[in-house]
């Protein structure tokens, strides 16, 4: 099988000193990609996260990752997948001093979960969550990261 293509856009509607780079993006991106795609990928503040989190999903707070498949396209049309993944960066931040694990490793979890959704993945039902959380697990460990779904005992 042929190595997927990616074409990758990073936005950075903020740009902290310790906000990943474009090439790590890149490789989370790659480590889950299953097939070519064009994405997007947004860093963005608490303001542009939740007016994009009460627009599109009805829900009036910042979330970690938001995915935005473009799916109007025929499937026969011959174009890779394509969609934006928009990173809160504030939520990902306190989230990953909640969970006691490092911005990178967390920021490599949810690129890998936002790449996984613009494929189709879902964790709608136990079902779902299970095989998707499996995979993240396998990617992400791949990456060299902890497995993100382990509970640190030491918390």
Not at 83 to 110: F, M, N, S, T, W
Not at 130 to 155: F, R, S
């Amino acid at each position: 099988m042929a190595t997927p293509q990616l074409s990758l856009s990073v936005q950075y509607a903020l740009k902290p000193d310790d906000v990943p780079t474009r090439h790590q993006f890149r490789r989370w991106v790659k480590a889950a990609l299953q097939g070519d795609a064009e994405v997007t990928l947004r860093v963005v503040d608490s303001e542009e996260g939740q007016t994009l989190n009460r627009e599109y999903r009805d829900k009036d707070y910042a979330t970690n990752v938001l995915t935005f498949v473009y799916d109007d396209m025929p499937e026969d049309a011959g174009l890779p997948l394509m969609g934006d993944i928009v990173l809160c960066d504030p939520v990902v931040r306190r989230e990953a001093q909640e969970q006691g694990k490092a911005l990178e490793a967390h920021y490599a979890h949810l690129v890998v979960h936002g790449v996984l959704h613009l494929q189709g993945y879902d964790h709608e039902t136990d079902d779902e969550a299970e095989g998707m959380e499996a995979l993240e697990t396998q990617i992400v460990t791949k990456l060299g990261y902890d497995n993100p779904y382990q509970i640190k005992e030491d918390q």
